[in-house]
């Protein structure tokens, strides 16, 4: 499984990974200061009145369905603001990640080129 996963990453693009890391912090960024801008539906005002024939039965069906829309709307917006603030939450996240990321790598490689050095030294000692 682990052998899997290490193909799988060593396959990755990591330069466009990287690259685009900043990018994709700053659309979800954008995107939260969009939605967060945007008002919540108002509140629902309903008409107390109602006449007793059916056309005042009817009215009072249709504003009393519109009322309901409404606060499904202003629950849908709030949802949709918190699943913006995740969004951006884990976009810093997979920037902070990507950066961590880029620096092992650099690491790995520097610590591959020591362990090249040595192995050519022991090499030369050897032989």
Do not use: C, Y
């Amino acid at each position: 499984m682990a052998m899997g996963w290490l193909t799988v990453l060593k396959m990755l693009p990591w330069s466009d990974v990287i690259e685009n890391a900043p990018k994709v912090a700053q659309g979800a960024k954008k995107l939260w200061n969009t939605v967060g801008k945007k008002p919540a539906a108002p509140a629902p005002a309903v008409n107390g009145q109602g006449s007793p024939d059916d056309t005042g039965l009817t009215l009072a069906a249709v504003q009393a369905q519109l009322a309901a829309l409404q606060v499904a709307t202003a629950e849908l917006h709030q949802q949709m603001l918190e699943s913006s603030a995740l969004i951006g939450s884990l976009a810093e996240q997979n920037t902070q990640l990507i950066a961590r990321l880029e620096v092992n790598r650099q690491r790995v490689l520097w610590l591959a080129g020591v362990l090249l050095v040595l192995v050519v030294v022991l090499a030369i000692k050897l032989f």
